[in-house]
């Protein structure tokens, strides 16, 4: 007698390889059997006639990392079929910080933690509805020993930061990442980031990277990365991989060449990408890296100088940004709400200014914290990098949660990514098999963060499952709407349990906080 038997689905177990028609069974918190099972009963039986039975999806890149903190549920992806998320991207993480510090302001004001034991531990006692694999950001490590200083680490401080980086590889991250246009991990050369690999790589761990340019630098971006992965001996992750700007769509075709000829060679390298053409992060990031040296008030000040602050304005004028390209999706003051949603250029008309100087304003009134959506990639470039067999899913977003209290207008990705591969990017456009999409969100994402007992339907792996309606699955967030949950997605198996039942989130959180376990 089995917990649960999952009957007449079309299995797609996560390796890619073909769909067939069998029944899983699950007892306790594991797949116990997966084939014909029709003799056998169960207490509970689901009826996936007509549905795929596929394992839990996991985010290979998401950033959580204070909204499971602050609610649990992660409800928008559970309503995405995703079981698991890998967090701490980008260069930034919750864990570890120095106290009362942190990206996040609300996050920071929270004492509770310091340290990445101190954090999974706190994310552990709450409880959350998906599993979690936590990485280190390298801007955390930077900004607990050097704060937000614009040069390169002393000995001294490169020691202290591998340090850090030791102590919480032994509490359990699966590495590290940077992200390398943001300031502080922005102000790190190769060499700091390739001492800082070295150590994590020591602790099996793996190194995530937002590059330092994805646009007219992305070949040499992309060249810097491998570096550091061959001359620190560790694996190698290229986050959201996209060329951003009209003059450089197409690139992909070449960063994937040479990535696909340095694996011939012998090196370890994947990527991740999310399902869009538009990108986002704070708008902070149209200024430029030097100008957020030793933190907010010193940016504000030298905005508000008229020396610099004019050699600021000239630089972000001649990078060229198209103003309408920039769409403002999150406002934090009660009057500024009135130009979430809108584009940098019709934000400049309503208030009169320039659309540079409009981003400046709104900046400055609110601490910076303003976010945007930058739509900068083009759609052949999209379907490319989906296409490459060495590219997982992943949202680049943290959860969020709709209805009366959702915020701004966000990217959409936060709510459809795996969705939207799945109806709009397999169905619609046909860019990849069901099953290749599947691996790409289960079995793929589980080798490279050696989950060896995830994203696979094995008996013997843990029971995250997803079971949806390949003709109807799609994401319903659009731009315009964001707050807006996919559908098609039938039942969530979380370890087990049932975080998704015909289509309604339940109130179970049966997420697991993963540490890595030391070889
Ligand atoms: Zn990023
Ligand atoms: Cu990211």
């Known amino acids: 007698m089995f917990d649960l038997i999952i009957r007449n689905g079309k299995v797609i177990d996560g390796t890619g390889n073909a769909w067939f028609y069998g029944d899983v069974a699950v007892q306790g918190e594991k797949i116990v059997e997966v084939g014909r099972l029709s003799t056998q009963a169960a207490k509970r039986v689901i009826d996936a006639s007509g549905l795929v039975v596929a394992p839990g999806f996991i985010d290979s890149h998401s950033h959580s990392d204070s909204n499971l903190l602050n609610n649990g549920r992660a409800a928008s992806k559970i309503y995405q079929g995703v079981t698991t998320e890998v967090i701490g991207q980008c260069g930034t993480s919750a864990a570890p910080r120095a106290a009362g ?18 954090y999974l531990n706190l994310l552990t006692e709450q409880g959350v509805a998906v599993n979690v694999i936590p990485l280190i950001g390298h801007g955390n490590l930077r900004r607990i020993v050097m704060g937000m200083a614009n040069r390169q680490a002393t000995p001294a401080e490169l020691e202290a930061m591998c340090q850090l ?4 590889m032994q509490q359990g991250a699966f590495g590290f990442s940077s992200g390398l246009i943001y300031p502080p991990s922005a102000y790190a050369g190769t060499a700091e980031l390739i001492e800082i690999a070295k150590t994590v790589a020591a602790y099996g761990g793996i190194y995530a990277t937002h590059m330092r340019n994805e646009g007219n630098r992305l070949m040499e971006s992309v060249k810097e990365a491998l570096t550091i992965g061959e001359q620190a001996g560790i694996p190698v992750h ?16 070449e960063s994937l060449a040479l990535i696909d000829a340095q694996r011939a060679a012998g090196q370890d390298i994947t990527l991740d990408q999310y399902p869009y053409i538009a990108s986002s992060t704070g708008l902070r990031s149209i200024i430029p890296q030097w100008a957020h040296a030793d933190g907010p008030e010193a940016m504000r000040q030298r905005l508000l100088d008229p020396d610099t602050g004019a050699r600021i304005r000239e630089e972000m004028q001649a990078s060229q940004r198209r103003w309408d390209a920039i769409v403002v999706s999150r406002c934090f003051l009660e009057e500024n709400k009135q130009f979430e949603g809108k584009n940098l250029e019709e934000i400049g008309a309503m208030t009169g200014q320039a659309p540079l100087e409009a981003a400046i304003s709104l900046l400055l009134a609110e601490d910076f914290r303003t976010r945007m959506v930058r739509f900068s990639m083009c759609e052949e470039d999209v379907e490319y990098v989906m296409r490459h067999p060495l590219v997982m899913i992943g949202s680049d977003s943290g959860a969020l949660t709709a209805g009366p209290g959702a915020q701004g207008k966000p990217h959409p990705r936060a709510y459809g990514t795996f969705p939207r591969v799945l109806g709009h990017y397999v169905r619609e456009r046909q860019v990849l098999t069901l ?56 039942y969530v198996l979380v370890n087990g349990q049932l975080a998704l039942e015909q289509g309604e989130q339940t ?11 030391r070889p």
């Open 507 to 517: 109130e179970v959180l049966a997420g697991q906080v993963l540490r890595r376990q």
């Open 165 to 168: 980086a030791e102590l919480a």
């Open 238 to 253: 290229i986050s959201h991989h996209k060329a951003t700007g009209e003059a450089n769509w197409g690139k992909v075709r």
């Open 101 to 118: 510090e942190g990206e996040d302001e609300a996050a920071a004001k929270d004492a509770r933690w310091t340290s990445m034991d101190d």
């Open 435 to 490: 099953e290749e999409a599947i691996r790409k969100m289960t079995g793929l994402a589980a080798a490279r963060f050696q989950l060896w007992d995830r994203g696979l339907l094995r008996p013997g792996c843990y029971a995250d499952i997803t079971i949806f309606d390949p003709e109807t699955i799609r994401d319903e967030a659009t731009f315009t709407d964001p707050h807006r949950y996919a559908t098609g997605i039938h």
